[in-house]
C-alpha cells in the first residue's frame, strides 16, 4: 500500500494515534503497521472488533502475508476488545498496563526483536464512563511505550466520539495520524503547547510539507518542505527541541 510510507516511519518507543473515518481509512495504516512489525521479526498484538480482524486478514493476504502461518508461529495475535479491555466488566488502567508489560516480556522471551500493538478504542464509546477514563489512559500509555522495545497504535473512528473527546484524546499523543481530504495524510508532533504538522499526499508522497506553531497561537514559528518523510520528522522533532515549551 502506498500509504505505508507514514508507518514505516514510527519506531520502537513511538506511541501514535490513528483518527479515521470508515474501515478502509483504518486498514490503509493498519494493515502496513502490522506487515512492517512481522517483517521486522517483532510480535504483533492486535484488538480488534471480529468486523475489523476479518477485512484486516484479508488486507494482509492481499500484502502476501500468511496469516495462518503467522498466527501458528505467535507472531500474531488477535483479541477481541472484550477480552482484554473490558474483560472483568469494566475498563481497569492499572490492569491493562500489567499485561502489556507480561506481552512485552513474553514477546523478548520468545526471540521476538520486540512488540507492536494496535488497539481499535470503539468500545469505549459504547460503555458507560467509558470515555472519560481514555485521556488517563493514553497518557499512561505515552509514558509507557519509550520504557519499551515496543511501540503501539491507538485508533479512534471519529464518527463515534465527539470533538471535544477528540481533542482531549489528540492531546496526550506525541504522534497523532489523521487525514485531512480524501488525498491527504497528516503526522501531528506535540511537544506541550508546540505542535509540528506534517501533510503529504496519501496515495503517492513525494514532498512532505511541514509546520512548526504554538498550539494557541496562528503564528507560524517555521514552514518548509521535504523529500522524505524521515527528514521532515527529523526536521520538525529538531525544531521542536529548538524552542522553548
Known amino acids: 500500500m502506498a500509504s505505508a510510507v507514514h508507518v514505516s516511519a514510527f519506531q520502537k518507543g513511538d506511541h501514535i494515534c490513528l483518527f479515521y473515518r470508515d474501515i478502509d481509512e483504518q486498514m490503509s495504516t493498519l494493515a502496513p503497521f502490522v506487515r512492517v512489525g ?6 504483533c498484538f492486535l484488538v480488534l472488533p471480529a468486523d475489523q480482524a476479518d477485512h484486516l486478514i484479508s488486507d494482509l493476504h492481499a500484502l502476501g502475508i500468511d496469516t495462518a502461518g503467522e498466527r501458528e508461529r505467535g507472531a500474531l495475535i488477535l483479541l477481541q476488545p472484550e477480552e482484554i479491555y473490558t474483560c472483568d466488566g469494566g475498563f481497569d488502567r492499572a490492569r491493562m498496563i500489567g499485561a502489556l508489560h507480561e506481552a512485552v516480556a513474553e514477546a ?5 526483536s520486540g512488540f507492536r500493538a ?5 468500545w469505549a464509546a459504547e460503555q458507560i464512563g467509558g470515555c472519560v477514563e481514555l485521556p488517563e489512559y493514553e ?8 520504557q519499551q522495545p515496543a511501540l503501539g497504535l491507538c485508533m479512534y473512528d ?5 470533538s471535544d473527546e477528540l481533542r482531549d484524546l489528540m492531546d496526550e499523543h506525541r504522534f497523532a495520524l489523521t487525514t ?6 497528516a503526522i501531528r508532533v506535540r511537544k506541550g503547547s508546540l505542535i509540528a504538522d506534517i501533510v503529504f499526499d496519501r496515495h503517492a508522497p513525494s514532498l512532505f510539507h511541514y509546520k512548526v506553531q504554538r498550539e494557541s497561537s496562528p503564528e507560524l514559528l517555521s514552514v518548509g518542505q521535504e523529500s ?3 527528514g521532515a520528522l527529523g526536521t520538525v522533532k529538531s525544531m521542536l527541541r529548538f524552542y522553548p515549551k
Not at 38 to 43: M, S
Not at 118 to 122: I, L, S
Open 158 to 162: 471519529t464518527r463515534r466520539f465527539g
Open 118 to 122: 494496535a488497539g481499535d478504542m470503539g
Open 108 to 112: 523478548l522471551q520468545m526471540g521476538f
Open 180 to 185: 485531512p481530504s480524501p488525498s491527504t495524510r
Open 38 to 43: 512481522l517483517e521486522r521479526n517483532e510480535r
Open 228 to 230: 522524505s518523510l524521515n
Open 139 to 146: 497518557a499512561t500509555m505515552e509514558k509507557f511505550y519509550p
